[in-house]
């Protein structure tokens, strides 16, 4: 008998391909590891990924700021 999954393929460079895989561990919902940039994930998962790969790549990038400006012009 065959079994069916509805899921969606992602497509996403190794960096983040790696932070899913960690977010694999709370959730469990990657169906297949197909390569190095393609993961088969169940399609119930995908707002909720989309907003915690946000959230993580958020506190990981650095963004200038007005202090930060002020402080380039002084030097």
Known sequence: MVKAVKGVLLECDT???QIVLNLNKRGN???E?????HLFIE???VEQ???ELDK???ENSY?????DEKD???N
């Open 63 to 67: 963004t200038v700021s007005a202090i």
């Open 56 to 58: 993580i790549l958020d």
């Open 72 to 74: 380039n012009k002084r």
């Open 43 to 45: 399609a119930t998962w």
């Open 15 to 17: 960096t983040v391909k």
């Open 49 to 51: 990924l989309k907003y």
């Open 33 to 37: 590891d197909l390569d190095d940039t």
């Open 29 to 31: 919902f990657v169906i």
